[in-house]
């Protein structure tokens, strides 16, 4: 049985207003709208993708 690591991942503050790419990448979290929460698996990609909208979400 293997033990994959996830993260929990909120989002706390609207997208609107903020850069495309930004946007694009809270999609990419698959979160959609506000205090939407996505469990998602602890890989460098995923995590490089939270700390570019870490205005924007938060981590459980």
Do not use: F, W
Request: glycine residues 6%.
């Amino acid at each position: 049985m293997s033990d994959k690591k996830t993260l929990k991942v909120k989002l706390v503050k609207s997208p609107i207003g903020c850069k495309q790419s930004h946007r694009d990448t809270v999609r990419g979290l698959g979160l959609r709208r506000m205090n939407s929460v996505s469990e998602l698996e602890d890989t460098p990609a995923v995590r490089g993708m939270i700390n570019k909208i870490a205005y924007l979400v938060q981590v459980l």
